[in-house]
């Protein structure tokens, strides 16, 4: 996963990912928890 301080870095030129892995790891969390399979099989990997 990568992250970004659009504050200070609206181009997305310097990944923050590794700097703050608790923001990460919460992220990861709610998509893994919002994730659905979808009903087309075609979409499913």
Known sequence: ???YDLETD???ENDVAQQNP???AKLTE???QSHT???N???RF
């Open 10 to 12: 609206l181009k997305e």
């Open 1 to 3: 996963m990568k992250l």
């Open 22 to 24: 608790d923001i990460v």
């Open 41 to 43: 099989p075609k979409f």
């Open 37 to 39: 399979e979808p009903k």
């Open 30 to 32: 709610l998509m893994e």
